[in-house]
């Protein structure tokens, strides 16, 4: 129904920067969803990294505040997550979410690794 396509991760050095992308179909009200980015790093739990609603309000987690970007096209129906100054602890795999009216819909990943 709701597909999520994540895209835009890889092998970065610390301080270094990524900016991941998800791209939304099977949808004609992308403009409506609450958008998120989600982690999962080995021996964790998924966590919430950013949230971004229809309009425009933010909230992040307090390790990513200031350093990590949550933004939104819906004319293109993609979603963004800029992240710069990046650390050895943001390696995990990132993915993205959508919810409406308590439905969720979740893309495969994309890997992040942040390493010297």
């Known amino acids: 129904q709701v597909q999520l396509v994540e895209s835009g991760g890889g092998l970065v050095q610390p301080g270094g920067s990524l900016r991941l992308s998800c791209a939304a179909s099977?949808?004609?009200?992308?403009?409506?969803?609450?958008m998120a980015w989600y982690r999962q790093a080995p021996g964790t739990q998924r966590e919430l990294v950013a949230r971004?609603?229809?309009?425009?309000?933010?909230n992040y987690a307090d390790s990513v505040k200031g350093r990590f970007t949550i933004s939104r096209d819906n004319a293109k129906n993609t979603v963004y997550l800029q992240m710069n100054n990046l650390k050895p602890e943001d390696t995990a795999v990132y993915y993205c979410?959508?919810?409406?009216?308590?439905?969720?819909?979740w893309g495969q990943g994309t890997q992040v690794t942040v390493s010297s």
């Open positions: 979410n959508a919810l409406l009216r308590g439905r969720q819909y």
């Open positions: 099977g949808t004609i009200n992308f403009s409506i969803y609450t």
């Open positions: 971004i609603i229809t309009s425009g309000w933010t």
